[in-house]
């Protein structure tokens, strides 16, 4: 997870968010602030490829963004390049790549540059919250229509899942219990998701499928990572969530319409709720 701490500059950065003249040039950087000990920044780094030269500068970036407090002044574009020590392409590239994960913001004109991100919008589910790059009403209204339609889907899938669909659903509850194990709740939440994809792909309905999935594209794409909520360990409650939708699983197995409707509505209503 990506979460943005109160902090105080890092060794490449100045008070007031700027980098240091002695490291606009080439200048040593400390080890923990990605580059490695010989000196070489990420383009000289063994990441061999263009966009992994690009992944190594925007990870360079974000390394220093977890230092300060949001909003913060990285530098110039031109400062935070030579600190990276990579081409203007590369660094365009790895801008992209920042910005796209709503870490970095680009402010021009006098005093402008690079900036971290202003604190994510945030939206509650239940035992954890989901941090945003934008868009929050637009999320939560779509996690509200997405739990809506979640009950047609379930009687779609009763009625029409094969042996490969429950096979297949079952794969995603496994990598759900890999991400458990692992203490992964982004990787969790991501294999959720992609199990309630595998579950509205079996709908002959495609006006409905495509609509949830729609849903589930608008939710995924705008959360930047999953904290927890301060009332429940994240850990507990994603184990929770596992073994829900595995019951969920056996139940549509088993043509349990009952039971998975039940499973559902606690699913959709609990504390827990709603991934």
Known sequence: MTVTPEGTASAGATASGGVR??????????????VSPGGRGPEGGGRGTA????????????????SLPPGSRLGTKEEMRTLCGVS????????????????????????????????SP??????SVLALDTQQNDVADAVRIRDALDPLLIEDALWHA???????????????????DDTDPVAFVHANWRLHAAIAAISPNSLLSSLYTSLLDLIEGHTLSVLPSGEQ?????????HELHRALVDALDRRDRDEALRLIHEHNTSPAAPY
């Open 21 to 34: 003249p002695d490291q606009r040039h080439g200048g040593a950087a400390s080890p923990s602030a990605g």
């Open 51 to 66: 966009s992994g030269r690009a992944e190594g500068a925007a990870q360079r970036v974000t390394e220093l963004i977890e």
């Open 88 to 119: 203007v392409g590369t660094f365009n590239e790895a801008l992209r790549l920042l910005q796209s994960r709503g870490l970095v913001t680009v402010k021009p004109g006098p005093g402008g540059g690079l900036f971290s991100a202003e604190q």
């Open 122 to 127: 945030m939206v509650r589910l239940g035992n």
């Open 162 to 180: 094969s042996p490969a669909d429950i096979a297949s659903l079952r794969d995603h509850i496994t990598a759900m219990e890999r991400a458990v």
């Open 233 to 241: 360990p994240l850990t507990e409650y994603i184990a929770q969530r």
